[in-house]
DNA sequence: TCCTAGATCGGAAATATTCCTATTTCCTGC
DNA sequence: GCAGGAAATAGGAATATTTCCGATCTAGGA
């Protein structure tokens, strides 16, 4: 998956593609591509895109999150650490995450509780489903022993 | 389970029983006792507690959160909707959530990954695991009316 | 009853997020 | 290529949530 791809496909949703979008899928593509990929805060992915793109707002960022999640390309993740983060949702790798309560790190579980999901489906078949997510909270190897 | 089991718990844990504590335990018991109970955020729980002991901070109601937490009494619910959520658990009724992203209502799911739980500790088996959160957002069959 | 570690209050501070308005800009149709 | 208009942006103000801090109070053990 690359940037053209992912340009073509907003431009198929009639979305405009400015140079502030364009640098905040830059940013979220890198994290993306990184062996260990951390989800992003609104604050963090300012401070990476203000490197190549200096004028850009908070606010931008916070709409251009909320835009991208509406057309599925961007996913939520709470890591309990008191604001929201964001990655980069390839559908063909959908995933969860481990998270560590002390320093905030994240592992990925490749795998998802779709059997809950359909029996929360079957539970409630009036609820319509949008998204889902799966977090596992704990002490990580480095951390727990600094008990 | 009734409060005086709980005080009974929280007494043997050493802690300290405040008419403070004891307000915000009766809040979360009524709330868990309701049938369809909602997860409450530190705002609201204030708001319920003060109608019984007005002079309680808000501090002291989110210290009070923490320190339940740590002791297993209370568990942390994410609604997307920019606060935490906590509600009593009852271990003998663990379960998650289903919550609308337009009214904010929220649904038990009486069943748990456990299976994911457990790969993810075989995944990852030197994490520590505290705590694990699953959680279906969407519209409930009252939102998706009104689109 | 006294003592003291631990808890509380109230307000200030720190964070995170959203709102607002004037201005700019992407894209469509010519 | 150019103009028009709807959509997007910047920047700062406003709001909301959560934490911090110092002074004071108190639950529970000795």
Redesign the pocket.
Known sequence: MFMCDIVARL?KT????????QEVLQVLLEGALLEERQPL???EILQKVRQR?P??????????L??FKKLDLVCEVNFR????RFELMLQEEHHHHLVCLKCGHARELPFCPADCLARAQEHYPDFEIADHAFTVYGYCEKCRKSY
Chains 1, 2 share one sequence.
């Not at 009639?14 to 979008?21: D, S, W």
């Open positions: 431009k009639g979305i405009r593609l400015t140079p502030q979008r805060s609104a604050e793109y004028g850009i707002s908070l606010d931008t960022i916070y709409r251009t909320a835009t650490d008191g604001c929201r």
